[in-house]
């Protein structure tokens, strides 16, 4: 595991192009905030078809903790001053799109759907957690708040594998173009 450096010198290691600490967490605060409200959007496409289904419930509980995970998570942009993706109107209609688009192949496609992002999600909140913690306390906070967000983030995997998932015709190939998009969404929104 590697020491993320503060600043560049011939000292530190880093080389040209290489991300100080201050813009690796500024990264992190973007995409993370970018994703939140990507995740409130296919919840919300969700529950525009599902409003009336049995997994109305289910998927209302998850959108109220992805909100909290948004307010979160856009509070910590403000104060630090980190300015958020330009991508947002793309992510409003996109995750939008997606929910909806999958609750429309039915209830299970839409908890395929939401287990495939929150498998790409995992990743990505383990990986930060993982540079964070090379950062000491500096950013003890922040990696807490990624530490607790990815274990809701796990409760909504289980949640959509409980509601049959991956009983969607196709699940394979519905998952892999789910990832794929998701993780396209997180490079994008870490650097436009």
């Given at each position: 595991m590697s020491k993320v450096k503060k600043k560049y010198s011939s000292k530190t290691g880093l080389l040209p192009g290489d991300l100080t600490?201050?813009?690796l967490?500024?990264?992190?605060?973007?995409v993370d905030q970018a994703g939140e409200y990507?995740?409130?959007r296919i919840y919300e496409g969700q529950?525009?078809?599902l409003a009336g289904s049995d997994n109305a419930p289910v998927i209302k509980h998850m959108l109220d903790q992805e909100i909290e995970h948004l307010e979160t998570f856009s509070e910590i942009l403000k104060k630090r001053r980190v300015r958020p993706t330009a991508l947002m109107p793309l992510w409003?209609?996109?995750?939008?799109a997606l929910g909806a688009g999958t609750a429309l192949m039915g209830k299970k496609a839409a908890m395929a759907c939401t287990v495939a992002v929150e498998e790409v999600i995992d990743e990505h909140y383990a990986a930060?957690?993982?540079k964070l913690e090379c950062m000491g306390n500096d950013e003890k906070d922040l990696k807490n708040t990624c530490e607790r967000f990815r274990g809701e983030e796990l409760e909504h995997r289980k949640i959509g594998l409980e509601h049959?998932?991956?009983q969607t015709p196709g699940y394979e190939a519905l998952s892999a173009l789910v990832k794929t998009?998701?993780?396209?969404?997180?490079?994008?929104s870490e650097r436009i």
């Open positions: 600490q201050e813009q967490i500024e990264r992190m605060i973007r990507g995740a409130v529950l525009s078809i409003h209609l996109a995750g939008f930060q957690v993982e049959g998932a991956e998009g998701s993780r396209m969404a997180i490079w994008l």
